[in-house]
């Protein structure tokens, strides 16, 4: 998605100048003018998820006059809640404006709330007699986003499919990862919405494609003739595509130690980012014909062995002032005290293609780390013929996805003044330099405006989420049968040191020497 203005009217202006053809004549052509009802219905709406992000999107995108008129809002949950009561638990997270007050009252007139299980008929006929009402008889469009536990998936959509499926319009379902445990239960799981929905009406979202720099991968690479000539294995020494997180799980790693590091970021974000580096230039912007090369280039990838990985799990650290750092990951009362699960993993994966081949791609990702960060890094090859005595770093061009959206090119240059020395400096875009007084969307916002577009250009395909779990299921029973015991590493380092090891053996150079100057 392109930049979002500050101002309302030129935020919509802004994003409507980056929609496709097809996505404007939904928001602006018959649709407007039929006043076409769209029903947006999120199930665990009394949830975390829902609070913090699904309602706050809808939010901002009902502010930005990004929807489609009449949209109606309901939500559905086991808890007893009013909408009050609900609203009470979203404001928190919807930067409100002091200037937006009445619209953000006309949002909260136009939301719903239905209290139900999730595994009962009469719950969903419920629900379905609330939907329409707003629908007075007329065409109308149904949009679900199943923000729920994988123990009650299974029954939420056969009742959902045999109950509130839209009757004149269309219907579209969200779903949250995770997508399945291993190959296995999420090969179980897409045959299971296969038989209900067809694969045009499920959205898979994974939120890292929804951000900016990711989003950004397909222009830099295919819009630029400077860069794709040199996209490969002759020029391209590694890839190191990378995740950190400086906390730990903090009373909550109950969740996270069922799924571990690897299933909860490795398998999902940092494979589809990837896929957008690595993949041939498609036919088309059409979403299908992008996701076909993104499984193109999942399939020249080999099932990821224990050799090539690094795992971890962080211990206190009692050298650093905050409280928090001074507990490891077992001490977590969530935690089973013999957990053997990473909350860090380095994974080298080589692609067997005429581009790629021989190139490693090093995915990285960890909790409890030395700083927030996700980037892409590429690492170019050393410069044949050298005639500087070695002194010529390699450049690197590194996509930050967060925070601080960025792209620079590191490059060598003659320092300035009388001597003859060379240093390292940088092209910078940084996007708060570049865009100042711009605001960019979060990536809920664009996905789920993909979703009332009809877009699913951003969303994991049924083909690509096998082709993901094919790679990283062996590994992960291995680890599981085995009892693998992950390294310990210090709550704020950089990881267990084998791991840069690791990176070093596989034609990533650092060398430290690189400072970058604030403007």
């Known amino acids: 998605m392109n930049i979002l203005k500050t101002s309302t009217e030129e935020s919509l202006q802004y994003i409507r100048q980056s929609l496709t053809s097809e996505e404007m004549d939904h928001l602006e052509g018959t649709h407007f003018d039929r006043l076409i009802p769209h029903l947006f219905v999120t199930f ?44 009470e638990k979203c404001h928190p997270y919807m930067k409100v404006k002091s200037d937006e007050a009445e619209k953000y009252e006309e949002f909260w007139k136009l939301n719903h709330y239905v209290t139900g299980t999730y595994d009962k008929q009469e719950s969903f006929d419920l629900l379905n007699r609330e939907l329409q009402k707003y629908e007075q008889g007329k065409i109308a469009h149904r949009l679900f986003y199943l923000a729920l536990p994988p123990t009650v998936f299974e029954s939420v959509t056969k009742l959902l499919r045999a109950t509130c499926m839209g009757n004149k319009g269309w219907t579209r379902i969200i779903i949250e990862k995770p997508f399945g445990y291993d190959a296995i239960s999420s090969q179980k799981l897409s045959d299971h919405l296969a038989s209900l929905f067809n694969e045009e009406q499920i959205y898979r979202i994974d939120h890292y494609l929804g951000k900016e720099m990711v989003q950004n991968l397909m222009t830099l690479r295919f819009g630029n003739r400077v860069f794709n000539p040199s996209w490969n294995r002759d020029n391209i020494a590694s890839v190191q595509i990378t995740f950190k997180e400086p906390f730990g799980t903090e009373g909550r790693g109950g969740y996270f130690d069922e799924f571990g590091i690897i299933r909860d970021v490795m398998q999902n974000h940092l494979l589809q980012i990837l896929s957008l580096v690595a993949m041939e230039k498609p036919a088309s912007c059409h979403p299908d014909d992008i996701r076909n090369e993104k499984v193109k280039i999942l399939r020249c990838i080999k099932e990821l062995r224990l050799e090539d990985t690094v795992l971890g799990q962080y211990i206190g650290n009692p050298d650093v002032e905050d409280p928090k750092a001074h507990l490891g990951y077992l001490d977590d009362p969530t935690v089973p005290k013999d957990s053997n699960t990473p909350t860090f993993a380095l994974a080298v994966l080589k692609i067997n293609n005429e581009r790629w081949d021989g190139v490693p791609f090093i995915l990285k990702c960890g909790k409890a780390l030395n700083e927030r960060k996700a980037e892409v890094r590429i690492q170019y090859r050393d410069v044949p013929g050298d005639i500087f005595d070695g002194k010529a770093k390699r450049n690197e061009m590194v996509i930050r996805v967060q925070p601080g959206e960025a792209l620079y090119i590191k490059m060598m240059t003659k320092s300035p003044g009388i001597t003859f020395d060379m240093e390292e400096t940088e092209l910078d875009l940084t996007y708060g330099n570049r865009y100042k007084g711009l605001k960019l969307p979060d990536a809920y916002e664009r996905l789920i405006l993909d979703v009332f577009c009809g877009s699913q250009m951003h969303f994991v395909r049924n083909d690509e989420l096998y082709e993901a779990w094919r790679i990283f299921t062996p590994l992960l029973h291995q680890i599981e049968k085995e009892k693998i015991q992950p390294l310990p590493y210090k709550y704020g380092s950089r990881g267990p040191k084998e791991a840069d090891d690791m990176a070093k053996r596989n034609n990533f150079a650092y060398s430290g020497s690189y400072k970058w100057v604030k403007p």
């Open 44 to 87: 665990g709406a009394s949830g975390d998820l829902a609070k913090k992000k699904i309602y706050p999107t809808l939010w901002w995108l009902f502010r930005d006059n990004l929807l489609p008129k009449p949209t109606t809002f309901v939500g559905y949950a086991r808890s007893k809640l009013t909408i009050q009561q609900l609203r």
